[in-house]
């Protein structure tokens, strides 16, 4: 399995971007994907989940700025991030897991500055 991770960017306080999460290779059915984001001298932290049926959660810091969606037919997955906050700056990874292993895509680095 691949993951390919994009949009990520620059952007002034308040503004939007949104990720995108190409997988490739053996996807099965049931999976979990999500985005974690890392920023300097932290640790990585989930940012949201969603599964393959719709059902999805999100970490409190983003709750109600981002919204996570999938496209199944396309293996892809998106991360909508609204009124972004400077703490929101981080290095962002798409994952999948599916049948107890965990895949990881590259990062894609999104900054929040004026």
């Known amino acids: 399995v691949q993951l390919q991770a994009s949009g990520g960017g620059l952007v002034q306080p308040g503004g939007s971007l949104r990720l995108s999460c190409a997988a490739s290779?053996?996807?099965?059915?049931?999976?979990?994907m999500g985005w974690y984001r890392q920023a300097p001298g932290k640790q990585r932290e989930l940012v949201a989940q969603?599964?393959?049926?719709?059902?999805?959660k999100y970490a409190v810091p983003v709750k109600g700025r981002f919204t996570i969606s999938r496209d199944n037919t396309k293996n892809a997955m998106y991360l909508q991030m609204n009124s972004l906050k400077p703490e929101d700056t981080a290095v962002y990874y798409c994952n999948l897991r599916q049948r107890l292993l965990d895949f990881w895509g590259q990062g894609t680095l999104v900054t929040v500055s004026s």
């Open positions: 969603i599964i393959s049926g719709g059902s999805t």
């Open positions: 290779g053996s996807i099965f059915g049931i999976n979990v």
